[in-house]
C-alpha cells in the first residue's frame, strides 16, 4: 500500500451525479414537453439553460442571483417564458434522489472511522431542500454549499475554505467529483481525487485508494 493509500483519513464529496441523482436532460424533457422531444433538442436546451453551469446558474450557484431573477434571465437570453423557466427550476429539487450505490459507499467508510464532508456548487433553496428531506446530510461532520459560501468550485477559494473550515491536511484527503475541472482544481492543491463518472467508477477510485476493499 503506498503512502497516500495508507494515510488518508479525510473523504470530501461533492452532491450532484455523486450521492444524488442529477439527469439535467431527462428534467428539461420532463418540464418543457413542448421544447424538448429527441435528442438533439434535448442538448440544444441543456446548454442554454444551464450554459455548462456557467453564466446565469453559475451565479444562482454562487448565491448572488435568486430564483425570480434567475428566471427573468433565463427567459430573456433564450426566448422561454418565465413560467416555463421556472418550471425547470422548481423541479430540480426532486430530481435529486439519494443514489444508493454511493449512499452505501458512505455509510461504508463511516463505519471505518474516516471524517467525511460535503463541497457542493449547490443554490441556497436546493440545500435547505436537501437537508430538510434527507438525515444522511446532517450526519457530516460539516459540509460547504456555494450558496451560502457565494463562492464556487473550481475556483481555488472555495477549496481553500474548505480545508480551513474543515480542518484538512491536504495529502490526507481524497475528493469525489463529477466534473473534470473540480477534480484538477483539488488535485492542485495536493487533494487526492476520484473523478466519479459513475458509481462504479467511484467505487473503483476508492479500492485503488485502499479506502475500500
Do not use: C
Not at 42 to 67: I, L, P
Not at 165 to 175: A, D, Q, S
Request: negative net charge; glycine residues 6%.
Amino acid at each position: 500500500m503506498s503512502e497516500a493509500r495508507s494515510t488518508i483519513d479525510t473523504v470530501v464529496w461533492d452532491f450532484g451525479a455523486v450521492l444524488f441523482r442529477w439527469r439535467p436532460r431527462v428534467l428539461l424533457a420532463a418540464s418543457l414537453p413542448s421544447r424538448v422531444k429527441d435528442d438533439i433538442s434535448a442538448a440544444h436546451w441543456h446548454e442554454q439553460f444551464f450554459q455548462s453551469f456557467g453564466g446565469d446558474w453559475a451565479e444562482f450557484d454562487r448565491g448572488t442571483v435568486e430564483v425570480p431573477e434567475l428566471a427573468r434571465r433565463i427567459a430573456r437570453r433564450t426566448g422561454l417564458s418565465e413560467a416555463e423557466a421556472l418550471a425547470v427550476i422548481d423541479a430540480v429539487p426532486h430530481e435529486l434522489q439519494p443514489l444508493p450505490d454511493t449512499l452505501a459507499l458512505l455509510h461504508g467508510l463511516h463505519e471505518r472511522g474516516l471524517r467525511q464532508f460535503y463541497l457542493s456548487n449547490m443554490p441556497a433553496p436546493y440545500a435547505d431542500h436537501l437537508e430538510r428531506e434527507y438525515a444522511f446530510v446532517r450526519d457530516f461532520q460539516d459540509g460547504l454549499f456555494s450558496g451560502r459560501v457565494q463562492l464556487i468550485k473550481p475556483d481555488a477559494a472555495i477549496f481553500a475554505l474548505a480545508e480551513s473550515t474543515f480542518g484538512l491536511v491536504p495529502e490526507r484527503t481524497v475528493f469525489i467529483d463529477d466534473h473534470p475541472k473540480n477534480v484538477e482544481a483539488a488535485r492542485a492543491r495536493g487533494w487526492q481525487a476520484v473523478l466519479a463518472t459513475n458509481g462504479p467508477a467511484i467505487r473503483q477510485g476508492l479500492v485503488e485508494l485502499g479506502l475500500v476493499a
